[in-house]
């Protein structure tokens, strides 16, 4: 049983060009986090889908990010008109349900860095 | 805003020594998960706490999460260099149990 799995796992992008990150899940797993670590920082949420829905975007910078997870395929984290500051890992996770005592398993990350 | 706070931030011991890493916060969380993560790779799950006072132990590592859900910590006993990483814990909480709030980590370093 594969884990979560995430490609590229190293991104380079100069100013203004677009990034898409792409997150397989767990089998049979159907929610989906995407979380940011910055240089210093710790992991920050930024969205949580189900398959074809958004649940929870609240963690989404408002400009540039979009998030998908189609009925078909990976879910995509796509930033359009990088900046430096988009310079981060990105992190996906998913899981079977959201229970207490649910556990998020982590994919090993895509390093973006924007030149 | 939930706030968790991890201590010490570095740690370098000798392979064999004990040590303890805390995670506070002054917020309850209905669960608590550690992590450790190795440079260039994603965290790995080691344990999850859900109820207050709960000791968890696997292998060398013992977890306990308070009383009050508010804190936690991880003892390793006889550390060795394999242990070495950084060891994230991550509180689920505040109406939304699948949003985790995480702490910045301790980076621990044991030389053989």
């Known amino acids: 049983n594969a884990g979560v799995m995430q490609n590229p796992r190293h991104l380079v992008r100069r100013r203004g060009q677009e990034a898409r990150l792409r997150c397989s899940p767990m089998?049979?797993?159907?929610?989906v986090y995407w979380y940011r670590q910055l240089p210093e920082e710790g992991l920050k949420f930024m969205v949580y889908?189900?398959?074809?829905?958004?649940?929870?975007e609240s963690g989404m910078p408002k400009e540039r990010f979009s998030a998908e997870f189609p009925k078909e395929g990976p879910s995509i984290l796509r930033i359009q008109q990088v900046v430096r500051g988009d310079s981060a890992a990105y992190f996906c996770?998913?899981?079977?349900?959201?229970?207490?005592?649910?556990?998020?398993?982590f994919g090993q990350g895509t390093r973006l860095t924007v030149v | 805003t939930q706030l968790l706070e991890q201590s010490p931030q570095f740690l370098s011991i000798q392979e064999g020594e004990n040590l303890t890493v805390y995670c506070n916060s002054s917020?309850?969380?209905?669960?608590l998960q550690w992590y450790r993560q190795e440079p260039g790779e994603g965290p790995v799950l080691l344990v999850t706490?859900?109820?207050?006072?709960e000791v968890k132990k696997l292998k060398r590592l013992t977890f306990q999460f308070g009383d009050a859900r508010k804190d936690s910590s991880l003892h390793i006993t006889a550390a060795q260099p394999g242990d070495t990483g950084l060891y994230l814990c991550?509180?689920?909480?505040?109406?939304?149990?699948?949003?985790?709030?995480f702490g910045k980590g301790t980076l621990l370093t044991v030389n053989p």
């Open positions: 996770a998913s899981s079977l349900g959201t229970g207490l005592n649910t556990e998020a398993f």
């Open positions: 089998k049979g797993h159907s929610h």
């Open positions: 889908l189900q398959k074809e829905n958004i649940i929870d």
């Open positions: 917020s309850v969380f209905s669960s």
């Open positions: 706490v859900v109820t207050g006072g």
């Open positions: 991550a509180g689920a909480g505040g109406g939304s149990n699948y949003k985790l709030t």
